[in-house]
Structures are given as C-alpha cells and as structure tokens.
C-alpha cells in the first residue's frame, strides 16, 4: 500500500517561515512528478508547486519567489520551503505524486494524495 505522509505544518507569524515535507512510503518503482496543492476554507483546492523527476518546477504566481519546492530521488521525499508567509497562505496544504508501481507484472502510474497538513499564518 502506498503511502504519502507530509509533515511541518503549524502556526507562523506572518513573514515566517515553514518547511513542509512529503514522505511515500510501500512498495513502488519509483515516483515521477510531485505537487503540492492547498486548500483554503471556503475555497477550491489549488496547485502551488510542481516539480518534475529531473527536476523541473512551476509555481503558482501568487507564491512565486517565495516558496521552494525540492525532491529527493534517492529518498522517495519531497519538501515545500515556504518563506514570507502571509495570512493568505492560511490553508490545509497537500502532497500529490504521480508513482509507479508493478500492477501484475506491469509498470502502472498511479496519483496519490497525502492527507493534508495544516499552516496557519497569523498577522
């Protein structure tokens, strides 16, 4: 069963800074693109980062410049560093990974979600 696990959310001040990682565990081949997404009460869940298996990253514009999104290959994890928070980042942020796993004998690419952890930013 394949698993991912974030950590490092909390509560901040408002121009702090949060670290977020993703951690997948079980048994795959590998993982191809990672995400995160957040979600904002009242508001419809939003990509804010993507990073491809080589490396390659979008943002969304508005954390652009802010928010650094990295991966580890060796180590199945991922990491959102988030910097110049602001109460508009107030919101329940996911991991989203794209994994490949050996579905009867055939490489077979799944999306997984983890459960979410929370980031609040007071002012």
């Known amino acids: 069963q394949v698993q991912l696990v974030e950590s490092g959310g909390g509560l901040v001040q408002a121009g702090g800074s949060l670290r977020l990682s993703c951690a997948a565990s079980?048994?795959?081949?590998?993982?191809?693109?990672m995400m995160w997404y957040r979600q904002a009460p009242g508001k419809q869940r939003e990509r804010v980062a993507y990073?491809?298996?080589?490396?390659?990253?979008t943002y969304a514009d508005s954390v652009k410049g802010r928010f650094t999104i990295s991966r580890d290959n060796a180590k199945n994890t991922g990491a959102l560093q988030m910097n110049s928070l602001s109460p508009e980042d107030t919101a329940v942020y996911y991991c989203n990974a794209d994994i490949q796993e050996s579905i009867g004998g055939l490489s077979t690419l799944r999306n997984y979600w983890g459960q979410g952890t929370q980031v609040t930013v007071s002012s």
């Open positions: 990073i491809t298996r080589s490396g390659i990253t």
């Open positions: 079980g048994s795959f081949l590998g993982i191809n693109n």
